[in-house]
């Protein structure tokens, strides 16, 4: 059995870093809030460090596992905080405030965005975590099977399937997302 030395290991860890830190910020960012998607980051970073000799050849799958536990983590900490703050509040109720309802908006502010949100809103919660993992991560169907623990022969069968629900949703909305109809008689149809 070799030893590994501590200058290997924090080599090995640094390469690790930059393979996985940008695509698993991306990935938290999508799915919470910025400050807890840093906090996220940085557990992942430490069980990554803790774990190091048990990451695989093909890391990213991985640390989004990790990362995907680690945000589960976080939001059952949340969770339990806010219930807390309830009973609190329950107890000692704060002074009156002023109703706040801050306006609803996309991101960019554009109708297509507005649409696809709401069809992958509209989703099992499993078929628009596929559909994201794809799109988003840009993983494949290998890496969404680690991700998922599923085959993948059955991630690449889940995504086909999602990625037709979501067509389907789309196409109730309207027009999908990207694509121009014309009127088979009208005069720019004839051109």
């Known amino acids: 059995m070799r030893v590994v030395t501590d200058t290997e290991r924090e080599k090995r860890m640094r390469n690790l870093v930059v393979l996985v830190i940008d695509p698993v910020r991306r990935y938290l ?3 919470t809030d910025a400050a807890t998607a840093d906090d996220v980051i940085g557990d992942t970073l430490l069980v990554c460090w803790r774990r190091l000799d048990e990451v695989p050849d093909d890391a990213l799958p991985w640390a989004i ?3 995907r ?3 589960s983590n976080a939001r059952r900490a949340e969770r339990r ?5 309830g009973r609190i509040i329950a107890i000692d109720p704060p002074p009156a405030a002023a109703d706040e309802s801050p306006a609803a908006s996309t ?9 696809l949100t709401a069809a992958l809103a509209s989703l099992r919660r499993n078929d628009a975590e596929i559909l994201r993992l794809w799109a988003w991560d840009e993983l494949t169907s290998p890496q969404l099977a680690v991700v998922l623990g599923i085959s993948a022969n059955a991630a690449a069968i889940r ?7 979501l067509k389907q949703e789309l196409l109730k909305s309207g027009n999908p997302t990207g694509h121009i109809t ?4 009208s005069e720019d149809a004839r051109r």
């Open 107 to 115: 991101e960019d502010g554009t109708a297509e965005t507005a649409r």
């Open 159 to 165: 995504l086909h399937r999602a990625k037709a629900r």
């Open 81 to 85: 905080r806010t219930r807390l703050i």
């Open 65 to 67: 596992v990790v990362a």
């Open 69 to 71: 536990q680690c945000l």
């Open 182 to 185: 014309y009127d088979e008689g």
């Open 29 to 31: 960012h999508r799915r």
